[in-house]
Nanobody
Framework: QVQLVESGGGLVQAGGSLRLSCAAS????????MGWFRQAPGKEREFVAA????????AYADSVKGRFTISRDNAKNMIYLQMNSLKPEDTAVYSC?????????????????WGQGTQVTVSS
């Protein structure tokens, strides 16, 4: 079992920045690939970013490429999502997720463990 807890969400103006954090506990963190997903009201959950076990490989949705950066600190059992140049369309609940394995995973159905999510609201 892996427990995930997100933090760092909030209200920010367009063009601003936020850094989301996800704390993991329960199993050997470095055995898990990690991802960030988001869900806006009335929309399906969508992939945002993913990172492999070591942090050496990452993947991003086209809509956030160049603005968001995913990273991890295996010594602290943490992953992060640095979000810059935020847009109103980035408004959503952001969740981190974990899947056992070493490669980058971008599809939500492959993830087994999920956090409760943190709200990000970008005002225009």
């Amino acid at each position: 079992q892996v427990q995930l807890v997100e933090s760092g969400g909030g209200l920010v103006q367009a063009g601003g920045s936020l850094r989301l954090s996800c704390a993991a506990s329960g199993r050997t963190f470095s055995n898990y690939a990690m991802g960030w997903f988001r869900q806006a009201p009335g929309k399906e959950r969508e992939f945002v970013a993913a990172i492999n076990w070591s942090g050496g490989r990452t993947a991003y949705a086209d809509s956030v490429k160049g603005r968001f950066t995913i990273s991890r600190d295996n010594a602290k059992n943490m992953i992060y999502l640095q979000m810059n140049s935020l847009k109103p369309e980035d408004t959503a609940v952001y969740s981190c997720a974990a899947v056992l394995g070493v490669i980058v995973v971008t599809t939500p159905y492959e993830y087994r463990y999920w956090g409760q999510g943190t709200q990000v609201t970008v005002s225009s």
